[in-house]
């Protein structure tokens, strides 16, 4: 299995709790029933589908990976609009950090759930990772999947 690379283009989301909503309505039995529906914000599902779709392009008719692997995922937030001219170059030659939302392990958490069933089983195969989140022109991410040599998965 080669190495498998993909930019997710956009400002990364990271991964939302699921959200319950409840609302009152007749059983069966015409007696007064709550009923409760669980969802995923569609923040996430969209970005999440958007993650799937690319990672799909870029591993072709690959099969599903199976053993363990190793991620790289450079994540790139865009400038603030209303940042001076001298800040912003700043953050973009890596001076200034992007100390803010998303959290880094949210947006992990969202690329690991889309890239279930579409490059490898589970994301329980991930066993080395080296992430990053810096500010530059052009927001994304960038994810690097690549198989753990001479190691199998227990």
Known sequence: MNTITFFIPGPPVGKQRARS?????????????????HYTPAKTANYEALVSWIAKQAIGSQPLLTGPV???????????ASWSKRRRALALAG???PTVKPDIDNIEKAVYDALNKVVWQDDVLVCDVVKSKRYAEQPGVKVTIKPIENAQAA
Do not use: E, N, Y
Not at 21 to 37: E, P
Not at 70 to 80: C, S
């Open 70 to 80: 190793d991620v790289v995922m450079r994540i790139f937030v865009p400038v603030p």
């Open 95 to 97: 001076l200034v950090l």
């Open 21 to 37: 909503a409840t609302r009152i309505g007749k059983g069966a039995d015409g007696q007064a029933k709550a009923m409760t529906r």
